[in-house]
């Protein structure tokens, strides 16, 4: 009787287990999916990125990803000076949809809604906005991003690629 009684505990106990371990392995993977983890998948974005072919000081800094935001800033240097800057962020609205705020020096912020999201790229729009209307970034490989902006003028679509490499943070 003893005997037969061991094989039902430990088959119980297995079941138990499993069930538990596919709840556990459900949980982590709706939590990947859900919006306020979404912001961990630009973990690659981090750092320092100075463009390529431009003077030294040239590029974007972004934080890290915390407080559910990313904070970014970016700088153009000709001839030993600063010449333009801009603040960035990158956050949930308030329904929810990840967007990208930029505010270049002495300009309003403008927004604009997240429209592609994977290990490698983002893509971000304002179609309302005059020029730039999709901010996208691209991921190649560890050390090299490709920005690129683009839109409408007045005298056709506009397209603006800006190489850059990870470089140190000084």
Not at 39 to 56: F, I, K, N, T, V
């Amino acid at each position: 009787m003893f005997n037969r009684m061991r094989p039902v505990r430990v088959r119980s106990l297995t079941i138990t287990l499993a069930a538990v371990g596919l709840g556990l392995i459900t949980a982590d993977l709706v939590a990947a999916d859900r919006p306020d983890r979404q912001l961990e998948r630009l973990s690659w974005l981090s750092g320092c990125w100075g463009q390529d072919g431009a003077e030294r000081g040239t590029g974007e800094m972004w934080t890290r990803v915390a407080g559910e935001s990313l904070l970014g800033v970016g700088r153009t240097i000709r001839e030993g000076r600063t010449v333009a800057y801009e603040f960035m962020r990158i956050e949930h609205d308030a329904d929810g949809a990840i967007t990208y705020t930029a505010q270049p020096a002495g300009q309003v912020a403008t927004t604009f809604t997240l429209t592609h999201l994977d290990d490698r790229e983002v893509v971000f729009e304002n179609p309302a906005h005059d020029f730039p209307q999709r901010i996208t970034y691209t991921v190649e490989g560890q050390n090299r991003m490709m920005a690129v902006i683009e839109g409408p003028t007045r005298i056709g679509e506009k397209r603006i690629e800006i190489p850059m490499t990870r470089a140190a943070c000084r």
